[in-house]
């Protein structure tokens, strides 16, 4: 049976990994190598970098660190933050990624998905997808609606998270990453009715993220959110929790996990 | 120090299957012509991707592969290359396969009640005995990401389950492939490559 995965996010940021709340207040939290070790040893699924700022700062995510991560590790890797090209997910895929996310890129001219994927397989090809709930007035009758932002969260770009996450599918993304910016660092746990909304309108994988904050969360969405993976990243950081007690409560509520 | 030579035929990057390779002390050479696998004590056909891509591939290619094998030289197909050793796929109906093992891929996931693609970890079931899981215990996860599959034959070594069962190792003699990723498979997959590395 296949497993649900668990995956740790490094947010990057000159080179160091940091995290912050609701996309702001960034604070440091470490080496990313060192990290990654550390995870890979706890037998943590998968690993993703996102370069957080290099979107904003016009620029490509660090080759440096891909490499330094990926020297060492042999679980997927997946790489976003700043990639508009080909020639940019072409620098990330020869620096040792598996996978690159883009987000902003593809939702500006959604073309590249399929570019990517035609060049490096579906499987490569991650489209990250940033939203926030809109106000219940703006809400359809059957549950509440989500707004996809761009760039890091600043900028709404006037769509709906499913739609566009089957959208994406349809243009040749593999798998989504979802991210509730409502939640991201807050631990108040992942955003399952998005979550939910998402992963039943499409066929590929969806990777929850935002909001982890204890073992109960995982289980959460799993089960009501449907995900096949979920992404943390401060709750494993500051160790909060391991990868491995993580996984053992998982496995106690009858979730299939990889030990 | 084993001689592999990895096939490129611009199916995806090969740097993690070189960078695993490199981890368990094998030489890797990629060459660019079919003559130039001439010095290789093994030989890898890596790849990710769509069927259509191993259209590159070409008779020569074939030829060269297929002399090789004929040498006694062990051959080990990754996912797409696994999937290039049967004699063709559903996906790209008008490319053949390299035929040296039996059958025809197909797509997952025909009754509809899993994701396809089948990404992520999943538990290998078999009965030890094959040298290429050797010192595998049967339950151990592997990461898989692929749509199609090869058939369940004689061939077959160990199987997984989405929603269907379907062979994820085979082995026919000094001709191995599996489904999944060793080389993005942690311990267990870097064991699967120490254990062709040793076909050698």
């Not at chain 1, 996310?101 to 499987?123: C, E, F, H, K």
């Not at chain 1, 995900?227 to 909060?240: G, K």
């Not at chain 2, 990629?30 to 030989?43: H, S």
């Amino acid at each position: 049976m296949l497993s649900k995965r668990i995956i740790a996010c490094l947010d990057v940021r000159d080179g160091q990994v940091v995290k912050g709340v609701n996309f702001e207040d960034l604070r440091s939290a470490g080496d990313p190598a060192e990290l990654a070790r550390r995870y890979n040893a706890e037998g943590i699924d998968e690993l993703v970098i996102l370069d957080i700022t290099a979107t904003l700062e016009a620029r490509r995510a660090l080759p440096a660190t891909i490499r330094a991560v990926a020297r060492e590790l042999f679980i997927p890797l997946a790489v976003g933050g700043g990639i508009r090209s080909e020639a940019d997910a072409a620098a990330a895929i020869d620096a040792g990624a598996d996978k690159v996310s883009v987000n902003t890129a593809a939702l500006t001219d959604p073309r590249i998905i399929t570019t990517l994927a035609d060049r490096y397989g579906s499987q490569a090809v991650v489209v990250a997808v940033d939203a926030k709930r809109m106000p219940p007035e703006e809400s359809a009758a059957g549950g509440a609606r989500f707004a996809v932002y761009a760039r890091s969260g600043q900028t709404a770009v006037n769509r709906d998270a499913v739609e566009w996450a089957r959208e994406a599918e349809s243009r040749g993304a593999g798998e989504i990453l979802l991210t509730s910016i409502d939640r991201d660092g807050t631990k108040r746990g992942f955003e399952c009715e998005l979550t939910a909304a998402v992963s039943r309108a499409v066929s590929i994988p969806v990777i929850a993220s935002g909001g982890a904050g204890t073992l109960g969360h995982f289980v959460e969405v799993f089960t009501d959110g449907c995900a096949d993976a979920a992404l943390a990243a401060s709750i494993f950081h500051y160790a909060e929790t391991s990868v491995r007690a993580l996984k053992e409560h998982l496995h106690a509520h009858h979730i299939p996990v990889r030990r | 120090m084993t001689m592999i030579a990895l096939i490129d035929y611009g199916a995806g990057n090969l740097t993690s299957v070189k960078k695993a390779l490199a981890a368990i002390g094998a030489e890797v050479f990629t060459p660019r012509r079919p003559e130039d696998i001439a010095p290789a004590q093994g030989v890898i056909v890596p790849g990710v991707g769509h069927f259509g891509a191993t259209n590159s591939l070409d008779q020569r290619w074939m030829d060269a592969i297929l002399e090789r094998i004929g040498e006694g030289r062990p051959l080990l197909g990754i996912c797409l290359g696994m999937q290039w050793l049967f004699e063709g796929s559903d996906e790209a109906p008008d490319c053949r396969g390299l035929g040296v093992l039996g059958g025809r891929c197909y797509r997952l996931g025909a009754a509809g009640t899993v994701k396809v693609p089948h990404v992520g970890w999943n538990s290998l079931t078999f009965q030890p005995g094959a040298s290429i899981v050797d010192g595998i215990t049967p339950g151990a996860q592997v990461y898989f990401t692929h749509s199609y599959v090869v058939p369940i034959t004689s061939d077959t070594v160990a199987m997984s389950n989405h929603g269907e069962a379907f062979a994820a190792v085979v082995q026919h003699g000094q001709v191995a492939g599996v489904q999944f990723h060793p080389e993005k498979s942690g311990d267990v997959g870097l064991r699967v490559l120490r254990n062709f590395v040793a076909l050698t």
